[in-house]
């Protein structure tokens, strides 16, 4: 059974960094697209970061590009957010994502089978 937890999450205050880690098991990740993906109360999700199966070319969002950094350790089956300057726009439920699929790089979420079940990231001003 594949499994996708996140950890990292919690309060912190504006300014301020958190890292995410996501870890996956049941199956390895290294040649598949990771996503994080966010969720803010009454928002549509987003594609925060996504590292895909290069790791040459990862993909920001325009409000996270600077501040946020995805990484993986294929070894560890781990995929990382590290988030730095958060400001309270940040909060929200932030998702782990992988494709199902190798060797693809995609922006579209009904192409990412496996999810975790979030953590949340909470930025007070």
């Known amino acids: 059974q594949v499994q996708l937890v996140e950890s990292g999450g919690g309060l912190v205050q504006a300014g301020g960094s958190l890292r995410l880690s996501c870890a996956a098991s049941?199956?390895?990740?290294?040649?598949?697209?990771m996503a994080w993906v966010r969720q803010a109360p009454g928002k549509e999700r987003e594609f925060v970061a996504i590292?895909?199966?290069?790791?040459?070319?990862?993909h920001y969002a325009d409000s996270v590009k600077g501040r946020f950094t995805i990484s993986r350790v294929n070894a560890k089956n781990t995929v990382y957010l590290h988030m730095n300057s958060l400001q309270p726009e940040d909060t929200a439920v932030y998702y782990c994502?992988?494709?199902?699929?190798?060797?693809?790089?995609?922006?579209?979420?009904?192409?990412?089978?496996?999810w975790g079940q979030g953590t949340h990231v909470t930025v007070s001003s």
């Open positions: 994502a992988a494709d199902a699929n190798v060797y693809t790089s995609t922006r579209s979420f009904a192409d990412y089978e496996y």
């Open positions: 590292t895909d199966w290069s790791v040459d070319t990862p």
């Open positions: 049941g199956r390895t990740f290294s040649r598949n697209a």
